[in-house]
């Protein structure tokens, strides 16, 4: 094919040559970090809980989504457009933690009816 | 004698391309971004989530603990396993190794009805107790305020992702049959790698519903 060596690598050819020892590889650290969310999910870690969980599915999901489904060899746009779908996440998220973290007793359900004392 | 005629046509390459190269690339793109909108689709239901256990802490923390962390145990590893035998699959039909797509993509579905078993069993227990969403609740074991929330909100979550599952299922038997048929191979799997792509997105759900659900 003579065109096909004037153009820059297509992304199937940028999908760089590699065995399925690195799928493996990929599948025994996702199993690794399995056991180690469940081990330490249910220690009373107190604050710490949720933070390592989080941590855990994130490390995990990163994994999958540059491993399994190729996002080390993606195109840029494709790159973009997935990542902006975290950003527009993180974004909310923010909005959303920065009203809750900042709100005082009397804003939540679990509060109790103010005693203002003596009139 | 024009271009078209000089060169023979890519059998799956539409009339509106002009190369295989370009038509594969719009359609990665456009899958990414329709990945791009699940993502915001599960966020939202994350981010109520992680309102609601803002407000009833203690209750979302009983309630979690009252859900099987066996069988959640058990489906993560069915379908992070899942996700590596569509990733041989993938691997394998690049490399022209058809028979083996076959078997792996079989896998993977055995893999995903094994996933809606189990989860059915979870619901059936639930329902048996009771632990159900909103006025439906009567589960004695957590009474405290927002107990049918955190219910109203596994059922959500986990109902959804499931549904992602039998999609799933469904995209990845259309994939096996155009396998079967020999369309695909080392020159075109894009549909393969697509079908693949939609597989991880439910492992990737499920990475992150199941610490929220079963580990807080």
Known sequence: ?119 | MSSSDTHARHPYLAEHYETIEKQDHAVRLGMWLFLGTEVLLFAGLFLGYTVYRHFYHETFHEASRTLNLTLGTINTIVLITSSLSVALAYHAIKHGQRQKCLGLLTFTIICALGFLVIKGFEYQHKFAEGALPGQFYRFHEVTGPGANLFFTIYFLTTGLHAFHVIVGMSVLIWVMKGVWKGKYGPDYYVPVELGGLYWHLVDLVWIFLFPLLYLI
Do not use: Q
């Open chain 1, 1 to 119: 094919m003579a065109d096909a060596t004037r153009k820059p690598p297509s992304e199937a050819e940028r999908h760089a040559e590699h065995g399925t020892g690195r799928y493996f590889a990929v599948w025994a650290i996702l199993l690794v970090f399995t056991c180690l969310t469940v081990w330490t999910g249910r220690m009373d870690l107190g604050a710490v809980n949720i933070f390592l969980a989080m941590t855990i599915a994130t490390i995990k999901a990163t994994l999958v989504v540059l491993f399994f489904m190729h996002m080390s060899e993606a195109a840029g746009a494709n790159r973009l457009v997935f990542l902006m779908s975290f950003l527009f996440m993180a974004l909310m998220m923010i909005g959303v933690f920065g009203d809750l973290w900042t709100r005082n007793e009397m804003t939540l359900p679990s509060a109790h009816p103010i005693n203002f004392g003596p009139e």
